[in-house]
């Protein structure tokens, strides 16, 4: 009966709700409990949905990021499998990326490059250091393009090593690359062409001034010998006269023969100082006084014969290192010129010529000065080009001074000015001391 009763009580029990035995207070309590409960939860629940947002997000960066780079990626097995590729390399190769996980990448080099790749690779592994390497790549169509590969070691696992590979088309730069090169090519080939010519121009230039300046030389030969001959023609029409009077004596023989050999022997110094004054030199250091009364010496007699007076004013201890040949021509040409310049002007009185020395502290000034006509503003700044001339035809060449400011410049930097005021023209021809 007891146990009975018992049951029924346990019956009712389970029944009741925990609210039937909690006084309202407790009840109270509780919901308010439940309810900072359920707030918490919302809170939790918004949380959550804002770092599912954050999720998403950084999944989209990452797919912006990796897939839509601007160069193609790609991380490869040690074996060259590719493991991992992104969408822009994918479309590069004209591939689905699908179709390109577990391929090898060797597939997609030409032949020719593969061994760079190999050995890129290689070394990859041994210096566990970025490699760069250039090699051509092809399509799933079959087309062909230059790529830039740079390739580094992921080492996260020593056994399972990995390639992270880029790859950037870089045919665009390549073919522009390539066009540089052709066009330095051809234009290397123009240069040597025209460098070519421009040889051949002046060996041409060359052999019309040595042969102008052998016509002068000539003309001067024609003028030193044309007194000894007068000479020698004189003894030997005075020792005929004397014999024809039945007068000649062994005296007068032999003191003309003395006189026709000496007048021979000033003929034959004269061809010797023309040999000599076309002999090439080496640079040396020479005196500048030497060079001049070389030059003068030749066409001394010509200058006399056109009553041009010559005067020489040269500090004897001045020396230049240069050519001396080229000096003497270069002199030559600028005399030359002067007895041109004062057979034009018919001028007959006070013609004259002087060169002059003068000494700063860093060069040494060669001048040469004459009063023939002096040269106008219009043509002064031509008269250095070659083949300019105010000559006619078959006087001037137009290649004197052109020559001459090459020979004097040539040679240790040295240079040729001219100037001209009224009647008088002035050529300075500048030594450095320090060349
Ligand atoms: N001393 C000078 N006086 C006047 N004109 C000169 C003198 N030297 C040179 N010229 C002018 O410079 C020109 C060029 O001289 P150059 O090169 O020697 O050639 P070319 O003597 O064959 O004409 C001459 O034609 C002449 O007009
Ligand atoms: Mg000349």
């Known amino acids: 009966m007891k146990e009975a009763k018992m049951k029924d009580d346990d019956i009712a029990n389970e029944l009741l709700t925990p609210t039937d035995y909690m006084s309202h207070k407790d009840i109270q309590e509780l919901v308010q409990t439940l309810q900072t409960h359920q707030l918490e939860l919302e809170m939790q629940n918004e949380e959550l949905h804002l770092s599912r947002a954050k999720l998403k997000e950084s999944q989209r960066r990452y797919f912006d990021l990796y897939d839509m780079a ?8 040690k074996e060259g499998l590719i493991l991992e590729v992104n969408f822009t390399l994918a479309s590069l190769f004209g591939c689905a990326r699908h179709d390109l ?40 169509d079959g ?95 005075e020792l005929s006269l004397l014999n024809m009077r039945g007068d000649v004596s062994g005296d007068d023989i032999s003191r003309n023969s003395k006189f026709i050999q000496n007048m021979t022997q000033e003929m034959s110094q004269t061809i010797d100082d023309f040999m000599n004054f076309n002999k090439e030199e080496e640079n ?12 003068y010496e030749i066409v001394e007699a010509q200058c006399k014969s056109k009553s041009i007076k010559v005067n020489v004013d040269i500090d004897e201890k001045l020396s230049v290192f240069h050519n001396s040949r080229a000096i003497e021509h270069s002199l030559l040409n600028l005399i030359i010129n002067s007895r041109d310049a004062f057979d034009e002007s018919k001028k007959t009185k006070n013609k004259k010529i002087d060169i002059y020395s003068r000494e700063s502290d860093d060069a040494i000034f060669l001048i040469f000065k004459d009063n023939a006509s002096g040269i106008s503003k219009e043509l002064i700044g031509k008269i250095f080009n070659p083949y300019f001339t105010t000559k006619e035809e078959g006087k001037g060449t137009g290649l004197g001074l052109y020559m001459t400011k090459r020979m004097i410049e040539e040679v240790n930097q040295s240079s040729i000015s001219v100037e001209s005021q009224d009647d008088t023209t002035t050529f300075t021809i500048k030594f450095p001391k320090s060349a």
């Open 70 to 77: 601007p160069i193609g990626y790609c991380t490869l097995s």
């Open 143 to 237: 087309s062909v393009f230059y790529a830039h590969a740079a390739a580094s070691a992921e080492e996260r696992d020593p056994q399972n090593s990995h390639v992270m590979l880029t790859i950037n088309d870089v045919t665009e730069s390549e073919k522009a690359r390539k066009k540089i090169e052709q066009l330095n090519v051809d234009l290397k080939a123009k240069v040597s062409q025209q460098l070519e010519e421009l040889r051949k121009k002046d060996a041409i230039l060359l052999q019309q001034s040595t042969l102008a300046q052998m016509g002068e030389m000539i003309s001067m030969i024609v003028h030193q010998w044309r007194q000894p001959l007068n000479a020698i023609s004189g003894a030997a029409i």
């Open 284 to 295: 040396s250091l020479f005196s500048l006084s030497d060079s001049v009364y070389k030059t």
């Open 101 to 140: 996980i577990n391929k090898s990448i060797i597939k997609f080099i030409v032949k020719e490059d593969q061994d760079v790749y190999y050995l890129c690779a290689k070394k990859l592994f041994q210096t566990n250091l970025g490699l760069t390497c250039d090699l051509r790549m092809i399509k799933r």
